[in-house]
């Protein structure tokens, strides 16, 4: 049987890489939260991730992605996927720090194309060696889908700028030592840019930010008055913030896809596992054609979910433009693996209503996709805008 929610990946170049990935995931990680006592909604501070960081490093996985001169394999996206898949699918609380999606490599890599040396030197190595840490700040409180309502400002000043505004929902915003941030010209009609703009300036206070319904304290607010920033710290051109931070997003939207599924996968997992112990009158949940019936739509989901997005992403390795495709996978992958989220919460009952179930938990989380890198009405409407244009 070639499906399984368990991949064999004998014969990949990243098998191993791959089983080592597993084997960290389960023991090593595994401990180090039990002995922390982590829980999904525990506040946690940087020293926390920290060990996760320089460890997932020396294993080879923190940064994976990356070209060989900055320590990576120079993995294609379609291999990128498959360890996001394996990470999400683990259950880890401190997933996302493992690759360095909260913060790391993952978060900083799409801007070295528009870096300066100094600027990679400074900024971008250290997060790659998990010395230090970033956010990306674009959206505002009025400013979400519309970015260009943005009121954040940048005021020429001496070869520089001062930048006042205030960005909401920065992730890893608070353990964060730098953001990229978005802002716009002042004087320059629909101009924006973006800037590498160092946390402990003065001028900038970090706010913890609003804790979203998955209850993660992974969020923060950033309040800038005046920040005075020098042109070294401006990335790219001047006016190309929105490319910058825009076309960032869209490799992310698909890129998030992965992650989703492996959510998905756990979920599924945690299903099966469920059903084939619960018992009812009529001996185990397993044996009814009813739960037989839902268990092979849920599995069928997912199944059409995974493959779409992987035959995107084999297309972005290509160097095809994906934007239509990057919509329908982000669209369909969020609706359904949502739902499947959804039925596995009424099959588990009231063992998964509950507060603390881990299913209950990647259905908040599941739920919140839906909305981040666009809902599915923006997702629709960038799909339709493809279609009419074709």
């Known amino acids: 049987m070639s499906f399984s929610l368990s991949p064999d990946h004998t014969g990949h170049p990243l098998a191993d890489t791959l089983a080592r990935l597993r084997e960290y995931l389960d023991g090593e990680l595994a401990d180090y939260e039990e002995s922390l006592g982590l829980t999904p909604e525990t506040p946690y501070d ?42 999400a699918a683990s259950g880890r609380i401190l997933s996302q720090s493992v690759l360095g999606d909260m913060g790391g490599p993952l978060r900083a890599g799409a801007i070295f194309r528009y870096a300066t040396q100094e600027q990679i030197d400074r900024y ?31 005021t020429p000043e001496n070869e520089g700028w001062r930048i006042s505004g205030r960005k909401v929902f920065s992730s890893a915003g608070p353990f964060a030592d730098f953001s990229v941030l978005i802002a716009r010209m002042a004087g320059e009609e629909e101009a924006y840019s973006a800037f590498l703009v160092d946390l402990d300036s003065p001028g900038v206070t970090v706010l913890p930010g609003e804790t979203p319904m998955s209850g993660q304290h992974i969020e923060a607010d950033i309040v800038l008055d005046g920040v005075r920033v020098e042109r070294g710290q401006l990335l790219g051109e001047v006016g190309q913030g929105l490319r910058i931070g825009l076309g960032r997003v869209t490799t992310n939207r698909l890129l ?16 099966l596992d469920f059903v084939r112990t619960r018992q009812v009158a009529a001996g185990s949940m397993a044996g009814l054609q009813s739960v037989q019936h839902t268990l092979a739509e849920m599995t069928t989901d ?14 972005l390795d290509r160097g095809e433009e994906i934007m ?19 039925t596995a919460l009424q099959l588990h009952g009231k063992a998964g209503m509950v507060h603390g179930a881990e299913v209950e938990w990647i259905w908040r989380k599941l739920r919140m996709f839906r909305m981040l890198t666009g809902s599915d009405e923006i997702q629709k409407n960038g799909i339709a805008k493809a279609v009419l244009a074709g």
């Open 46 to 87: 940087r020293a926390v991730l920290e060990p996760v960081w320089k460890r997932s490093r020396e294993l080879g996985f923190y940064g994976v992605h990356l070209p060989q001169e900055y320590g990576g394999q120079g993995l294609s996206h379609t291999d990128l996927a498959l360890l996001k898949e394996e990470v």
């Open 124 to 154: 971008l190595l250290p997060v790659v060696r998990g010395e230090r840490a970033c956010c990306f700040s674009l959206t505002e409180t009025d400013a979400g889908s519309n970015v260009r309502a943005m009121e954040t400002t940048a």
């Open 256 to 271: 998030h896809c992965p992650s989703v599924l492996g959510q998905a996968r756990r979920v599924l997992t945690l299903t």
């Open 302 to 315: 997912y199944y059409a979910a995974r493959s779409m997005t992987y035959d995107a992403l084999a297309a």
């Open 324 to 342: 239509p495709e990057a919509f329908m996978c982000k669209l369909f992958v969020a609706q359904k693996a949502f739902s499947i989220a959804d």
